[in-house]
């Protein structure tokens, strides 16, 4: 299933977008897409049905805002320098275990919002990333298998990064991801049982109609079942948490300079394959 939520900002309503691609209103089934649904088997089997009958109520999507696809985020894990290629790019070695940083969840927006250019800003930078939703509280992972067991399915994100703060001004990454609208999010949840090889989606991101990111999730380095087994050595994973997974090669701190980073009015589109597309205007905060 394509589950998603639409609407005004803070009066988002579920929706799901059904196999012709038409957009049809779940308000009537389920009260939100949330960590609470995902976790719920008999929800989701109403939400199948409601699906499969095809009595739906069609919405019209014309003018109508698509919102981050999950509701009450618990929080967001990331997993920094995980694609092979990324790590080519910017001279860094292969990390002999993930990279773990922590995203706030209030950084999170739909995926078309506005996304600020912090103020004081001169190294603003994109990263298409594969976002893992969670479905079920995992905690001490021994298998593959569980870990996969534990995915409820996959969106986008988008890793709105700040160079500057993120490395130059001491401290932890965290300085250079949380700043406000930094982790656009969708359009859709895409149910893992779409997804049958999470380590085979291509993703793409261009700035102003320019390709620059054109990468697999063959190349990451520790693929998403060994993400979601290792984080829950750490960490309790509950519905309705996501993990950022990391960006191919292909960003802006990886350009000789000078970098292009980007700017007010610069225009951001990305898509992996399968999850839908996302774009974002920048303007100043």
């Given amino acids: 299933m394509k589950l998603l939520r639409v609407g005004p900002v803070g009066a988002e309503r579920p929706a799901l977008l059904d196999e012709s691609g038409t957009l049809r209103d779940l308000s009537g089934v389920v009260p939100d897409i949330d960590g609470a649904l995902l976790a719920d088997e008999t929800a989701l089997d109403r939400v199948r049905t409601a699906a499969a009958a095809g009595d739906l109520p069609a919405l019209d999507a014309a003018g109508l805002r698509t919102g981050a696809p999950l509701g009450r985020i618990g929080k967001v894990v990331c997993i920094g320098l995980n694609y092979h290629d990324h790590a080519r790019e910017t001279g860094a070695p292969i990390p002999a275990e993930p990279i773990v940083f922590m995203k706030a969840a209030d950084t999170v927006v739909g995926p078309d919002d506005t996304v600020l250019v912090p103020r004081g800003s001169v190294k603003t930078d994109w990263e298409v990333e594969l976002a893992i939703v969670i479905g079920r509280t995992a905690r001490y992972l021994e298998t593959d298998e569980q870990a996969l067991a534990a995915v409820a399915g996959y969106t986008i994100a988008h890793d709105v990064s700040e160079r500057e703060f993120q490395i130059e001004r001491g401290g932890q990454w965290d300085k250079g991801k949380n700043c406000e609208t930094f982790n656009p999010l969708g359009p859709w949840l895409v149910t893992a049982d779409e997804v049958p090889d999470p380590q085979a ?8 109609g320019e390709l620059k990111q054109d990468g697999t999730t063959a ?22 948490d996501i993990i950022n997974t990391g960006t191919p090669a292909g960003v802006a701190m990886g350009h000789p300079d000078p970098k292009p980073y980007l700017r007010a009015g610069d225009v951001v589109e990305l898509e992996i394959d399968g999850l839908g597309r996302q774009r974002q205007e920048l303007k100043d905060a």
């Fill in 201 to 208: 989606l291509g993703l793409r991101l261009w700035v102003n």
């Fill in 219 to 240: 190349e990451q380095i520790f693929p998403v079942a060994e993400v979601v087994r290792y984080l829950s050595q750490f960490m309790t994973l509950y519905p309705g």
